[in-house]
Every structure is written in structure tokens, then in C-alpha cells.
């Protein structure tokens, strides 16, 4: 463990507008690539980064010519182009930016450093709040319950934090934790690089205790399943594998609530679908011709799922007989750039799309599930996507956080790029911010955003729908 030094921001601006953002030089020569100990990626150009091999998925995007510049169509949303730009003006003095940053309230705990920048005593609904920074790994997975926040890496470690303070911690042999999630009875699932999904929970007498409470498929259903023969698939190399197991990374992890259940996908190209209550394997659906970068439970009891096979699909579940089962009822997208990351809206019914080439399709519920259109906002690939409320925060490999607002009209504007993290953003969460007593005025929602890094850090931001 060490404790990050306190640096220079220059080469940060995260306030900037859009527009001034596209016009600067955001990636230093020397930062264009990042690569960590990769074993499963393809990039899109010779800018692209490779991540690790919990990176989504190879592509199958076709390659470019880097030295020419990108060109895209001005777009109806906010200031979304891409001009090619050969600016390498450089700040020398840390007084011409405003994001000077000062020593953390919290200094006391060896587990945080903490940025805050005092400019923000003007405007402390928005901006960065704070940087958690433990050398245990490059951070894959993020999940936040109440005032808890869970981060998942590659040191096999799930961190738990409160009030940005190191609060407890577990530790799995499964390999790099990929996907968290957090059932509503505390229960927490983490998906691994071995392909084994993992359940914890927290002791009731020490919360900072926590456990684990089983594996996913549990011991008595691979025991009984492993006596038939039917069920068992081949795989590659010809061995056989139990269908109710994944056999490959375990990439996402989505759960259904009202459903009651959890759905994971996995770099073996499947889809299962688990019961909560039992922990049983109801279905193993064979969902993509390659792997299985993401899922999310959605709205009307859809299921969306995307892979790097350049599809985006949607599940729903019907009865079938005696039995109830997930079938296809759509291809919304099938391209040569990988399906990446996916997040749905759950208010305005819209799911979004994030892609290898830097793009977010979207679709809105009509009488139908309805093409809305592309927003522009990454060069390079869209590594995660949450939405919170009206806004939608999406994470990519140029290192950046782009914050968008649907406005009534159903388009989207940029309210701004956070810009402050040193390696590609692999996850983000967000969850919203308790009221202050305001006598009952009515007020614009605020919400703390989470963001894990390959720079093996957490920053925590503070983001309201007027931003910008």
C-alpha cells in the first residue's frame, strides 16, 4: 500500500465546456496508450488502449489509420465534433488553472489521499469531491449500497469504503473481481475472472465483517446436475463443461429485484439466469456468437445484453408450457465495433448503447423500442455507462467522464467532461444525494458519482442536472 503524492493538476481541466475540451489536446503523447498484462483485446486503432484482460472482450472492429484525424458530423446534441486540433498549449504555472488542489480533510487515514479543489466553495454541488487511492490493483468494478461502496480489482480484493475512509475489506482466490452487484437483503455477488460467481454478506453483530455465504451454481446443484450427462456441453479443446457453470470469465452482473433474479454473462458466450431465493440455475442460454461484455435488467421485464460480436439483444421473459424462459424478441444493433457497456433509464424507458469506436446509440420505448440516435462524446472506446435520473455519465478509455442531460425533447446535451483520472475509467456508479432541509423548495437532484480507474484509484464527484 502507498499513498499517493501530491502532484500538479496542470493537464487537468475538468470544467472546461465541451467545445473547449474537443478543442485542447487532452492525451499527452506519452499517455496514448496503457497497457496493462492484456490477454483478450483488439483495439480499434493504433491509439487505442489495452486494458487488461478484464478489458471487455476482443472486437471485432476494423482498424484505421491513425494519423488521419476522425471525422463526424455535427450532431443535434450539444457541441458534439470533433475537430482535429494540433494544440499543445501548456500551462506552466498552476496558478492559471483554477483546479489548484489542497490537502485532504481525511489526511489522518493511510487510505486516502483526497483532492479538493477550492474554487468549488462557489459552486460545491458540482466538481470532485475526493480521490481514494490503495495500490492493491488496476479498480474493474464498482457498486455502491446506502454509504457503502464496494470496489472490486485485480488483486482478487473487494474493498469496502464509507465517508471515503478504508472501512472493510474481503478477500476471494477466484481471480480478478469483474462485476458487483448488491441484492436489497445485503446480500453481495461478485462475478471473477475464473469464471465462479461469489456471494458475501456482512455480519449483523460486526459490519465490518464480512463473509462468504455460498458460490453460484452451489455445491448440491453441481453435484446433482454433474450426474446426467445431458448436461454438459463442449467446449473449446473438446472438454466438456456442466451448463449450469461458466467455464470463462464472468464479464457483468444485473439483477432483477421484482423478478427476483440475477442474471450474468460471461466471456463462454452465455447468459445464465439465477433464482435469488435458491440460488438455482433456471436457464443457460447460448446469448452471442462472442463474448458477453455486458447486461442490464430493464425496463417492462426486458433484459438487454451486449457483446463483442457487435449485437445488442433484447430478452423477455415468457411462458413456454409449463416452463417460463427468456427468449429473443430483438437485435437492436448488430455492427463491426463491440458492444461495450449498456445502462437503462428506467423513468424515461431508454437504454443506452456504448460501443468500442467512442459511440452511445440509444433507444427510447415508443410503441416500440425506437432508434433515438448517436451521441459523440469519447475518441476513443466507451468503457462504462450509469444513468442517474436525467443525466447519463459515461467512461471511456481516453481517461474522461462525459455527463449528459436528456432534456423533455429527448435529446442530450453535454454538461461536462470530468477530467481528472490518469488511466482509462472502468466503471462508474452513482447514487443520490439526501436532501439538506431546504423548507420544502423544490431542488435540482444532486448525486455522488463513483468512478474506478486502470490508474487503480476511485474519485468521487458531485453532479447536479444544471451542471456544466
Known amino acids: 500500500m502507498a499513498i499517493q503524492d501530491n502532484r500538479s493538476h496542470n493537464d487537468h481541466y475538468r470544467r472546461l465546456t465541451f467545445a473547449s475540451f474537443l478543442k485542447s489536446d487532452s492525451l499527452d503523447a506519452g499517455d496514448e496508450a496503457y497497457y496493462t498484462d492484456g490477454d483478450h483485446n483488439r483495439s480499434d486503432s ?36 470533433y475537430p482535429h486540433n494540433d494544440n499543445t498549449t501548456v500551462f506552466s504555472s498552476t496558478n492559471q488553472s483554477p483546479w489548484n488542489q489542497s490537502c485532504s480533510p481525511y489526511h489522518k487515514s493511510p487510505w486516502i489521499y483526497q483532492t479538493r479543489n477550492s474554487d468549488f466553495e462557489d459552486d460545491s454541488d458540482n466538481g470532485l469531491v475526493g480521490t481514494i487511492v490503495r495500490q492493491e490493483g488496476h479498480v ?14 485485480d488483486s482478487k480484493n473487494i474493498r469496502v469504503w464509507k465517508d471515503l475512509k478504508d472501512f472493510s475489506g474481503f478477500k476471494s482466490t477466484s481471480g480478478f473481481v469483474k462485476a458487483i452487484v ?19 454478506r456482512g455480519s449483523k453483530r460486526n459490519p465490518e465483517r464480512y463473509s462468504r455465504v455460498g458460490s453460484l451454481p452451489t455445491l448440491k446443484e453441481f453435484l446433482t446436475k454433474s450426474i446426467n450427462p445431458k448436461n454438459y456441453v463442449e467446449t473449446r479443446r473438446k472438454k466438456n463443461k456442466l451448463k449450469i457453470r461458466h467455464f470463462d ?22 447468459l445464465k439466469v439465477w433464482r435469488l431465493s435458491d440460488s438455482k440455475c433456471l436457464e443457460s442460454i447460448e446469448a452471442h456468437d462472442d463474448a458477453v461484455n455486458t447486461v442490464v435488467a430493464g425496463f417492462d ?30 437485435v437492436l444493433m448488430k455492427q463491426e465495433s463491440a458492444v461495450t457497456a449498456l445502462a437503462v433509464n428506467l423513468n424515461d424507458a431508454v437504454v443506452y448503447c456504448g460501443s468500442s469506436d467512442g459511440s452511445v446509440n440509444f433507444w427510447e420505448r415508443k410503441k416500440s423500442l425506437t432508434h433515438g440516435g448517436t451521441i459523440h462524446g469519447h475518441r476513443m472506446a466507451v468503457l462504462c455507462l450509469t444513468s442517474a435520473g436525467s443525466l447519463l455519465l459515461s467512461g471511456g478509455a481516453d481517461k474522461n467522464i462525459c455527463v449528459w442531460r436528456r432534456n423533455g425533447d ?50 468521487v464527484w458531485r453532479v447536479t442536472d444544471y451542471a456544466s
Open 46 to 81: 493504433k491509439d487505442a488502449i489495452s486494458t487488461n484482460s478484464d478489458s471487455q472482450r476482443p472486437s471485432n472492429a476494423s482498424t484505421s489509420d491513425s494519423s488521419s484525424s476522425p471525422i463526424y458530423p455535427l450532431s443535434p446534441w450539444n457541441q458534439t465534433y
Open 140 to 153: 474493474y468494478s464498482i457498486a455502491a449500497s446506502g454509504d457503502l461502496l464496494f470496489t472490486g480489482s
Open 182 to 200: 448488491i441484492t436489497g437483503d445485503n446480500r453481495v455477488f461478485t462475478g471473477h475472472q475464473d469464471g465462479k460467481i461469489r456471494v458475501w
Open 249 to 270: 470469465a464472468v464479464s457483468c452482473l444485473s439483477v432483477n429485484e421484482d423478478l427476483g433474479l440475477l442474471y450474468s454473462g460471461s466471456w463462454d458466450k452465455t
Open 301 to 330: 421485464d426486458l433484459l438487454f445484453t451486449g457483446s463483442a460480436d457487435g449485437t445488442l439483444k433484447v430478452w423477455k421473459r415468457e411462458l413456454q408450457g409449463k416452463e417460463t424462459k427468456h427468449v429473443l424478441v430483438h
Open 410 to 459: 429527448g435529446s442530450h446535451t453535454c454538461l461536462s467532461v470530468l477530467m481528472d483520472h490518469d488511466g482509462p475509467v472502468k466503471c462508474l456508479t452513482a447514487v443520490e444525494e439526501a436532501d439538506d432541509d431546504n423548507g420544502g423548495e423544490k431542488t435540482d437532484h444532486r448525486w455522488i458519482v463513483y468512478s474506478g480507474s486502470l490508474d487503480k484509484s476511485v474519485k
